[in-house]
T-cell receptor, first 121, second 115 residues
């Protein structure tokens, strides 16, 4: 249980185009999902917190107009990289936090997706 | 702000060797501490965790003890296997406030175990 998928697993696009990355919790509901960016041989950097039914909360320095996040349902969050440029090339990882049956949120563990490799030419 | 510092890698060991990966943190209050492992081509998996001082997390032969006095959470394993080759991340979760629920990661340590 507690599986998180990401699609696509890798994508190559031309500079100036937009790319959408999906993050799905396959066997649980997640009111909160996190989006991270991982540079080669570096740590994960939190980009934003995605809450179902509300606007995402972005970390300082992350452009919200460039990285559009939509958390349309309890099992799906999307990250759209708009007008992508080569410097946006990176490994993007999402994680999902299970929604408790009582309606609350359990932060005891985040479940991570396998990541999406974005290459912008 | 919160931060996590891990020993730099890569770490290369022979099978059955003893492993230690150091991790220290800076945080206010009483954060929860985690070790995650990332195998090649896969997502991060929780390896072990500790939620309060002096707790010991353990899993698959790995152990780490939450040391409040030294703000450390070092990862150890007595006898590594080739299958342990992966990237290991130390992380903390803020105790409360506006950062509640967010994870702060260390830079990751690449472990390679040779037969």
């Amino acid at each position: 249980g507690a599986v998180v998928s990401q699609h696509p697993s890798w994508v190559i696009c031309k500079s100036g185009t937009s790319v959408k990355i999906e993050c799905r919790s396959l066997d649980f509901q997640a009111t909160t999902m996190f989006w991270y960016r991982q540079f080669p041989k570096q740590s994960l950097m939190l980009m934003a917190t995605s809450n179902e039914g509300s606007k995402a909360t972005y970390e300082q320095g992350v452009e919200k107009d460039k990285f559009l996040i939509n958390h349309a349902s309890l099992t799906l969050s999307t990250l759209t990289v708009t007008s992508a440029h080569p410097e946006d090339s990176s490994f993007y990882i999402c994680s999902a936090v299970p929604r408790l049956t009582s309606g609350g949120v359990s932060y005891n563990e985040q479940f991570f997706g396998p990541g999406t490799r974005l290459t912008v030419l | 702000g919160n931060s996590v510092t891990q020993m730099e890698g890569p770490v290369t060991l022979s099978e059955e060797a003893f492993l230690t990966i150091n991790c220290t943190y800076t945080a206010t209050g009483y954060p929860s501490l985690f070790w995650y492992v990332q195998y090649p081509g896969e997502g991060l998996q929780l390896l072990l965790k500790a939620t309060k001082a002096d707790d010991k997390g353990s899993n698959k032969g790995f152990e780490a003890t939450y040391r409040k006095e030294t703000t450390s959470f070092h990862l150890e394993k007595g006898s590594v296997q080739v299958s342990d080759s992966a990237v290991y991340f130390c992380a903390l979760r803020a105790a409360g406030g506006t950062s509640y629920g967010k994870l702060t990661f260390g830079q990751g340590t690449i472990l390679t175990v040779h037969p």
